[in-house]
């Protein structure tokens, strides 16, 4: 299995541009979620779905949208970046929520200039 | 609101030493996870406990529910330990709250 793979690994993006991240999933996971990692913070939920067509807003979804058409897909969409968007960002998914082990993604790093 | 808070911040020791990084939440919890983050930037699961203590070769978890409080032990450290360490606990159905980590600097 390839476990959580993310792509791209690195993107800058100037400010206005639109982007999306792609994570995919192969171990059938139903939950899924979108992190962000700024320096010296913790790691904050941007979205989270709980199964195909199922999404909802995490802590900082402001400037991002999200889909989940199948189970093993869940790209994140950047509309008009702004600076404050550059952040490293993990895909993670899980058997069942958060109170199972979690399977993140490399990240991506992303800078907004 | 439920508050994530690690200490050290940081941490340099010798190989050999024995680690201790901890975790401490302000409100009751289902599970606490313990993260593991590599230099090149990946996130690993390491532990997820909801009682008692969890062993994986020299990593040690335990955790106490009362006291609100979860320490990561690390025997005989090695430099290949170096790395942030991070706990994690529930708040709500859906949401981890994540400490600001542990970087953890292991000398040869």
């Known amino acids: 299995n390839a476990g959580v793979t993310q792509t791209p690994k690195f993107r800058i993006l100037k400010i206005g541009q639109s982007m999306t991240l792609q994570c995919a999933q192969d171990m059938n996971h139903n939950y899924m979620y979108w992190y962000r990692q700024d320096p010296g913070m913790g790691l904050k939920l941007i979205y989270y779905?709980?199964?195909?067509?199922?999404?909802d807003k995490g802590e900082v979804p402001n400037g991002y949208n999200v889909s989940r058409s199948t189970t093993e897909d869940f790209p994140l969409r950047l509309e008009l970046a702004a600076p404050s968007q550059t952040s490293v960002y993990f895909c993670?998914?899980?058997?069942?929520?958060?109170?199972?082990?979690?399977?993140f993604g490399p990240g991506t790093r992303l800078t907004v200039t | 609101k439920n508050e994530v808070e690690q200490s050290p911040q940081n941490l340099t020791a010798q190989e050999g030493e024995f680690i201790t990084i901890n975790c401490s939440y302000s409100v009751g919890i289902s599970a606490l996870h313990w993260l593991q983050q590599h230099p090149g930037g990946g996130i690993v699961s390491l532990f997820m406990l909801s009682s008692g203590k969890k062993k994986h070769g020299r990593l040690i978890a335990t955790i106490n529910i009362q006291e609100k409080h979860s320490s990561l032990h690390i025997t005989a450290s090695h430099p290949r330990d170096s790395a942030v360490y991070i706990c994690?606990?529930?708040?709500?159905?859906?949401?981890?709250?994540f400490g600001q980590g542990t970087r953890l600097t292991i000398n040869p």
């Open positions: 993670a998914s899980s058997y069942s929520g958060i109170s199972y082990e979690q399977y």
């Open positions: 779905s709980v199964g195909a067509g199922i999404t």
């Open positions: 994690a606990s529930p708040q709500g159905a859906q949401k981890l709250v």
